[in-house]
DNA sequence: GAATAATGTGCAAACGATTTCGCTTTAATT
DNA sequence: AATTAAAGCGAAATCGTTTGCACATTATTC
C-alpha cells in the first residue's frame, strides 16, 4: 500500500502539489478558503509529509547530532550522560528537533559515525559531549563548518568553539577551600585521566586552592585513575606510605562512592576519619552512604544550555561562537567532618 | 561552497550518474577498471555519498528509533534505559544502523514523536523500551505495520508482536524462594506501578513463591511505590503496623537502594534484621551499603537481542514474529541474611 | 564470418517534497 | 471605465540518488 504523497492530495483536492505544498507551510499566500479544503483532504486521505524528501530540498534535517565519549559503556554507566541527553532532550523536543547519537564504541569508530553524520548530511549540527586531548572529532568539525557545541572547556582557540561549561578551576578551588575551611590540611585529588579537560581544570582548581592556604602538594596524594590504576590500589597505595589525607576531592559521584567503598573495606570511617567531596551531585551521591557532600554542576543544564546554543546557531549560522559557564554549588551532605571543633 | 554530487564525479571522470551510483554499491556490472577510475576521482574530489537522497529513492533509512518510557526523566535517571540503550547501540553499529531517539517527556508527546517517526518514514523499525497497559503506542505501531519489538511482555496477542524479555514471573519466584530458603516467611513486596508489566508479572511470580510454600500473602506486605506514595510512606505504613516483614523483593535497584536508606533512618539494619533482594543488577546493586543481592536480568542483552531481532525483521519482513526470553540468575551479595542458622 | 551471448555504460524516469516565476482573477485607485 | 495593484494559484525545475531498460562493444560459438 503506497502512502499518499502531496500529488494525491493535491489530485483529489483538484489543486496543484505547490497548492498542497504551501498549505503544509501556511504560506499566508493561500486563501483560507483553500487551505480548509486542502487541510481537509489530507486528513481523509491521511497524508503525512515524507520527511526524507523534504530534506532533500530544504538541506535541514531538523536533526542534531550527539557524539558520546570514547565508549559507550563508560558514558551509559556513568549517570553524567544520560542527564546531559535529558537536558538536551528536552530542548530539542521544545524546537521539534530530532536526536541521533553515534553508536561507536571506540573513538576510531566513533569518529567514523561523525564523519557519516556530517558528511551524509544526516544533521545540522552536533554535541560534542566531552572535551579532551588528542581528539580527531572536533578539528574535524570545526574544519567541515558545521556548527557543533562542545560540553567542557573546548582544547585550542575557544572563539572559534562553541562550548558551555562549568568553571571548573573555581568549583575545585571552592570544593577544596570547603574542607580547609574544615580544617582539612592533608587533602587528595583523585580524577580520571588528565587527558579530559575537566579532570586537568579541577586538579588546577585544586592546586590553587591549596596554593593560596599555603599548604603543602603532596605528589603522592594526586591520582588519576585507570584500567591499571583502579581506586583499590590507590587506597592501598596511600595507605602503604601510611599517609592517608583527611579529606579528599574526588571529581565525580561514582569515584567518590567506590573511594568510600575501598575505605570502608579497611575499616576506615568517613566522615569521622577521612572527608569526602564529589562532583556532579547525581542520583548516586543522594543515595551514598553516608550520602555525599558534592559540587552540583547542574549537568541537566549543561545539556540544555549546549542543545539551545547550538540551534541557535543552526537557525543563526553568521552567530558570534559563545561560550556559556553554568555556574555550580555546593550541595552539602555527610560526607565531610570539620577537625576544628574536636 | 556546493557538496560535490554524483554528477560532480561522473563529470570529472568522464562516465554517467548511474555508473558512479555503480561504483558505490560495487555492482558487478562495473569492470574493475572504471571502478578504480571513478573512486580516485570520488576520492580526489571529496565526494560523500548524501544520505537523504539514498533514502528517498530507496526507502530504507537504516535507522531505528528507540522509544523511551514515560518521561525521560524517569528513564535517564535509572540505570536500566542506559544500558539496554548501549546494548542496542553495539548491535546497531555493528550493523551499520542509525539510532534516532524520542524527545518526549509526556506520554502524549512521546506518542507524537513515535507518529512522526514512522509517517515521515524517518525509521525503518523501532524499539519499545517499556510494555504497560494502556499504552497507544503499540497498537498504533501494529497498525501501522511497521517492524518493531517490545522490550518486555507485550500486552495483548503476543504473536503479533515480537518481544524481548525476561521470564519475570519465573524470576520473581525464584528471588522470593531464595528468601524462603533462608528461612524468611514474612516477606514483603515492593514494585513500581502494576500497569507496567514487568511489576504485575514479578507480583505474580512473588504470589506463586508464596502459595507454593504455604506461606500467609499479607496484603498489607505488597507495594506499589508512586509520586503519592514513596519508600518513606511505605515504610512507615509497614512500621505503624508495627509488622514489617523481614525479607523484601523489590523489583528494582535504585527502590531497594532507597529501601535501604529509609530502613537504616529508623535504625533498622540489613541484613540483620531485614532482608532485601532486588532486580536488575545495575551498578548500584554494586555500589550499595551493604551490596544487594540482585537478581541480574542481563540488560544489555535484552537491548542487544531487541536491536537484533529487529534489524532481521527489517531485513526479512516475511519473518514470523518472535519473541525471546533473556534467562535471569542471582547474584547474591550482602544484603541477605538466613534466619536459620541463628 | 555471421549469429549469439556476455559485458560494460548511458539515458531517463523515478522518489516526494519545495520554490521561482508567471499567469489569471479580483480588488483598489483614479 | 480604464489602469494598477494585489491575491491566489499552477507549471516546471530542483534536490542527489537509484534503477529498469536500451545500446554499444567485445568475446564466444557454430
Redesign the interface.
Known amino acids: 500500500m503506497m ?1 499518499v504523497t502531496i500529488k494525491d492530495v493535491a489530485k483529489q483536492a483538484n489543486v496543484a502539489p505547490s497548492t498542497v505544498s504551501r498549505v503544509l507551510s501556511d504560506s499566508p499566500r493561500i486563501s483560507e478558503k483553500t487551505k480548509k479544503k486542502v487541510r481537509k483532504v489530507m486528513e481523509e486521505m491521511g497524508y ?6 523534504r ?2 530540498v530544504q538541506k535541514s ?1 531538523q ?1 542534531i547530532g550527539i557524539v558520546m565519549k570514547n565508549s ?2 563508560a558514558s ?2 556513568d ?1 553524567f ?3 546531559v ?2 537536558g538536551i ?2 530542548l ?2 521544545q524546537q521539534s ?5 553515534t ?3 571506540s573513538e576510531e ?1 566513533i569518529f567514523n ?1 561523525v564523519v ?1 553524520m556530517v ?4 544533521v545540522d549540527g552536533l554535541i560534542v559531549s566531552y572535551s579532551k586531548k588528542d581528539d580527531k572529532v572536533v578539528p574535524f568539525l570545526v574544519k567541515s563548518g558545521i556548527p557543533f557545541v562542545v560540553v567542557g572547556k573546548p582544547i585550542g582557540k575557544a572563539n572559534e568553539i562553541m562550548s558551555v561549561d562549568n568553571d571548573n578551576v573555581q568549583a575545585a578551588k571552592e570544593a577544596t577551600e570547603y574542607l580547609i575551611r574544615l580544617g582539612h590540611t592533608k587533602i587528595g585529588f583523585i580524577s580520571e585521566q588528565p587527558k579530559y579537560e575537566v579532570s586537568a581544570a579541577r586538579l588546577q582548581g585544586y592546586t590553587d586552592a591549596m596554593r593560596m592556604n599555603n599548604l603543602d602538594i603532596d605528589a603522592d596524594f594526586i591520582k588519576h585513575l585507570d584500567k591499571s590504576e583502579p581506586m583499590k590500589r590507590v587506597v592501598d597505595e596511600l595507605l602503604d606510605g601510611s599517609k592517608l589525607p583527611t579529606g579528599f576531592v574526588v571529581t565525580d559521584d ?1 569515584a567518590a ?2 573511594l ?2 575501598c575505605l ?1 573495606e579497611k575499616n576506615i570511617k568517613v566522615p569521622e576519619e577521612v572527608s569526602i567531596i564529589s562532583f556532579n551531585n547525581t ?2 551521591a543522594k ?3 553516608p550520602p555525599l557532600t558534592s559540587i552540583d554542576t547542574q549537568i541537566y543544564q549543561l545539556g540544555y544550555e549546549s542543545a539551545k546554543c547550538l540551534i541557535e546557531e543552526i537557525k543563526n549560522p553568521l552567530m558570534f561562537k559563545k561560550s556559556v559557564i553554568i555556574p555550580t554549588f555546593i550541595e552539602e551532605r555527610g560526607s565531610c567532618q570539620s577537625l576544628l571543633d574536636k
Open positions: 502512502a503525512y509529509i515524507n520527511h526524507n524528501a530534506v532533500l534535517t536533526t559507550t559503556s551509559l554507566h549517570p550522560f544520560p542527564e541527553l535529558r532532550s528536552a530539542c523536543h528537533f530530532n536526536i541521533s547519537i553508536t561507536g564504541e569508530a559515525d557519516k558528511q551524509g548530511k544526516r561514582i562512592l567506590n568510600l567503598l570502608r542520583i548516586i543515595l551514598a552512604t
